[in-house]
Every structure is written in structure tokens, then in C-alpha cells.
């Protein structure tokens, strides 16, 4: 909902960032893997009971995130470097809330809501892309990518509030959890809407 908005803040500093990333050699791929590794470690950590080091894990995971796409865009670009921030990322997506199940039992039920929630978004996502790649749809209303990016309610902006708002105040995490898996709800009933009405004007 709010990654349009945040683009023009977010973009001059990332795009400052990737261009000394790139002169000393960082590829975009190793920035992926970096990211997913330090997303599944901070699930790890969480897991454990160490919110604050969850936390900063988190950052080091969603920087990772925002870097590979302006480092590819100064370098190259492929469709394995794509595959592979779309990986790393859902690995993120599934480790955080893990984390939480096992830090507290009574959390895993939430747990479980929000990971269902973002299950079912990215199914409405990666499908619609997958479809929209072979009719030929493009956008660029989120930069450029390797995919057609079908925005809605929970993007990533909103999923990282929660995720680190999660890790700084555990206490939260159930509210957050139930809360949020409504939002991915919401966001599935727009993109089906979106989709059939895109998909039927294409026949």
C-alpha cells in the first residue's frame, strides 16, 4: 500500500549505496543470498528469545532486499537474479514468523494465521505474474523488476513495520499477527479483482 509512496524516499539512497556496493566488486545475487540467510537467522534468533539481535538481523535482511535491485540495475540484470530475491525474500517471510512459534507457545497459533496470510498473498502475487509474463502485461509502478508487480494492502513496507515492530515488542506479535493475516486477506479479494478484471479484458 505504501511502497509507491515510499519509492521516491527510499530510491536516491539505495540507488547511492548500490553504486559503491558495485565498485567494489558486490554482485546482486550475493546481496540476495545475504538477505535470505540473515532473514532465516533472524527467525533463528527470535526463535531463541533474542528479539533485539531478531531485530537487527531483520534490518541487515530488508537492506540486502532493497540493495540487489539497484545493484542489478547498474550491472546486470537476469532471470536468476530474479528468482533468486523472490526466494530469499518468501525464506524471510517464513523464518520470522516461525521464529515467534517457537519462542512462545502461545504464539504459535498466530503464527500460523500469518503465515497463512502471506502464503495466500503471494500465491495472488506470483501467480498473476506468472500469467501476466506470458500475456506480455508490464509495469513499472514499483521500479523496475523481473516480474509484474501487482500491489495491494500488504506489501512489503508493511510486512517489514510488522515484522520489526514484532521484534521490538514481542508482546505484540499476537495482535500483530491476527492483524495482519486480515490485511493479507484483504489484499487476496483486491487482486482477484484486479486479476479478473486484467486477465478478462486480455480474453
Known amino acids: ?32 543470498i545475504v538477505g535470505g540467510i540473515a532473514g532465516i537467522a533472524a ?12 531485530f537487527a538481523l531483520i534490518i541487515v535482511s530488508r537492506l540486502c532486499d532493497g540493495l540487489d535491485g539497484p545493484v542489478a540495475r547498474q550491472t546486470r540484470s537476469s532471470d536468476l537474479g530474479g528468482y533468486l530475491d523472490v526466494l ?3 525464506a524471510f517471510y517464513t523464518a520470522v514468523p516461525l521464529g515467534f512459534a517457537f519462542a512462545q ?8 494465521c500469518l503465515l497463512g496470510g502471506f502464503l495466500m498473498a503471494s500465491t495472488s502475487f506470483l501467480g498473476f505474474a506468472t500469467l501476466a509474463a506470458k500475456r506480455g502485461l508490464e509495469t513499472e509502478a ?5 516480474f509484474f508487480y501487482l500491489g ?15 521484534a521490538l515488542v514481542p ?33
Open 88 to 90: 530469499c525474500d518468501y
Open 171 to 203: 508482546a505484540w506479535f499476537p495482535v500483530l499477527a491476527y492483524g495482519y493475516a486480515l490485511v493479507c486477506a484483504a489484499t487476496v479479494v483486491g487482486r482477484v479483482a484486479i486479476a479478473a478484471r486484467m486477465l478478462g479484458e486480455q480474453g
Open 43 to 54: 527467525g533463528v534468533a527470535i526463535g531463541f528469545g533474542r528479539f533485539g539481535m531478531g
Open 1 to 32: 500500500m505504501f511502497d509507491t509512496r515510499l519509492r521516491p524516499l527510499i530510491d536516491p539512497p539505495l540507488n547511492r549505496a548500490a553504486t559503491l556496493l558495485v565498485r567494489i566488486g558486490v554482485t546482486p545475487n550475493a546481496l540476495s
Open 142 to 146: 514499483q521500479g523496475k523488476k523481473s
Open 105 to 112: 507457545p502461545q504464539w504459535a497459533l498466530p503464527a500460523a
Open 152 to 166: 495491494g494492502l500488504a506489501e512489503g513496507a508493511e510486512t517489514i513495520a510488522v515484522l520489526t515492530l514484532s
